[in-house]
C-alpha cells in the first residue's frame, strides 16, 4: 500500500469511505484519451451527476500536476481533458509523473490501485486492457491484468475490446486467478458487441449477488479483483455481422500498414471509428454509462452490507 500522503484523497471520498457511503472510482483515460473534445467532458461530468443522483459518492481518479488525486474536482478534471498531449499513466509511470510534476490519464491499472488505496471498493471503467493479437512474439499483455490480480477491487466493465486476443485474455485470467462473472449471462462481451463469442464459466443475476462475491473473496483473504462483465445493451451495440466485418478489414489494414506493437492499438481503433462514422464512439459512450450505473447498484448494495 503506498504512503496516502503521497496521494491526494479528496476530503468528501475520505468521509464517505469513512463513514460507510458507496463509493465508486472512475478512471480518467476516458476523458484524457478515449473520447474526442468536448463529448470528453460532458461524459465525465455526466457520469459523476448520475452516481450522485443514485446517492453515491464519484471519486474520479487521475494526476494532477504530479499528484495522484482520488476525487478530482470538476475544474481538474476540465484542465486534464484540455491538456494536449497529456500522459497516459499506468501504475509504472506514477513515480516518474511524480518526479516530474505533469499531468497524467490513468488506466485500469493506476486508478484501480489508487482506488483501492483510499479505501474505494468498487470501480467503473468502459473496456478492460488484455492480450493483443501476436502476443506470443511481441509479449504485449496490457499491464492492467498483473495490477489487478492483486488489487482487491470490483471492475465493472463491458470486456474487452474485440481488437484484442479475447480467448488468449480470458485464459490469462484463469492464470492470474482473476475471477470473471457476468452480469445476467455467461456470454463474454466484445465491449463493442454484447457477445464476443467465448463463453465463461460464472454469472451473477443482481448487485447484491456481486457483493456476496466480493464478501467471500475478502472472507477467504484473496487479493484479487472481481471482474464484472456487463455486456452493453443490445440496442446499443455495433451490429454483430458490421462489427466483424469492419473489425476483418481493420486487422488487414493494420497488417498492411505494418501497424504493430504501440502503434496497433490506436490504428485499430481509429479504423473502427472511421469505416463506422463515428458511431463506434457512442458504443463506447453506451458502455460507459452502463458501467457506472451498475458500479453504483454494486456500490450501494456492499455498503448496505
Known sequence: ????????????????????????????????????????????????????????????????????????????????????????????????????????????????????????????????????????????????????????????????????????????FETLNLPVVGYRTTRYPGFYVADSGHEIAYAVQSPQQVASVLRARDDLGLAQAVLVANPVAADAQLPPEEHDAVLARALAAAEADGARGNAATPYLLDFVQRETGGRSLEVNVAVYRGNVALAGEVARALADG
Open 1 to 172: 500500500m503506498p504512503d496516502l500522503t503521497a496521494v491526494h484523497v479528496a476530503p468528501h471520498v475520505a468521509h464517505a469511505v469513512a463513514g460507510g457511503t458507496p463509493v465508486v472510482a472512475l478512471e480518467s483515460t476516458i476523458f484524457t484519451h478515449g473520447l474526442p473534445r468536448p463529448r470528453n467532458v460532458e461524459v465525465a461530468l455526466e457520469a459523476e451527476e448520475s452516481l450522485r443522483a443514485a446517492g453515491v459518492v464519484p471519486a474520479t481518479i487521475g494526476v494532477v500536476d504530479g499528484v495522484p488525486t482520488v476525487g478530482m474536482s470538476a475544474e481538474q478534471i476540465a484542465d486534464l481533458a484540455a491538456t494536449d498531449g497529456i500522459d497516459k499513466a499506468s501504475v509504472r509511470d506514477l513515480p516518474v509523473l511524480m518526479a516530474l510534476g505533469r499531468h497524467g490519464g490513468t488506466t485500469v491499472a493506476a486508478t484501480a490501485y489508487l482506488a483501492h488505496a483510499a479505501g474505494v471498493r468498487v470501480f467503473a471503467t468502459g473496456g478492460l486492457g488484455g492480450v493483443h493479437r501476436g502476443a506470443s512474439e511481441s509479449f504485449d499483455e496490457s499491464a492492467d491484468l498483473p495490477t489487478l490480480a492483486t488489487t482487491p477491487i470490483a471492475l465493472i466493465s463491458a470486456g474487452v475490446k474485440s481488437i484484442l486476443d479475447i480467448p488468449a485474455t480470458l485464459e490469462r
